[in-house]
């Protein structure tokens, strides 16, 4: 069974930092994709980054310049660090895993998703 197992949450003043880290377990070949989501009650999940197994990027317009994802892919682990973080930020943070090759199948697994955790900036 592949599981995502994510880390990093917590309470930050504004302006501060956190790093978020998601860690795909299993029997796992290669990760074509994982990213970041977030969720705040009453509102869709919506996508935060996202990074490739090369190394192609993409980000929620509002967080470019602030957060930065990167992978391990040895590890199969993909970090979101986050800085100059801002109240809007707050929300639960979901670590997402598509097409995950797993050792003994000929198709990909899509659309895993972690636990959430909780990221709350507040003075």
């Known amino acids: 069974q592949v599981q995502l197992v994510e880390s990093g949450g917590g309470l930050v003043q504004p302006g501060g930092s956190l790093r978020l880290s998601c860690a795909a377990s299993g029997r796992i070949l290669s990760i074509y994709r994982m990213g970041w989501y977030r969720q705040v009650p009453g509102k869709q999940r919506e996508l935060v980054a996202t990074?490739?197994?090369?190394?192609?990027?993409t980000y929620k317009d509002s967080v470019k310049g602030r957060f930065t994802i990167s992978r391990d892919n040895g590890k199969n682990t993909v970090y979101l660090q986050m800085n100059s973080l801002k109240p809007e930020d707050t929300a639960v943070y979901y670590c997402?895993?598509?097409?995950?090759?797993?050792?003994?199948?000929?198709?990909?697994?899509?659309?895993?998703w972690g636990q959430g955790t909780q990221v709350t900036v507040s003075s």
């Open positions: 997402n895993a598509d097409r995950v090759y797993v050792l003994g199948y000929g198709a990909s697994v899509s659309d895993l």
């Open positions: 990074i490739t197994s090369d190394g192609t990027t």
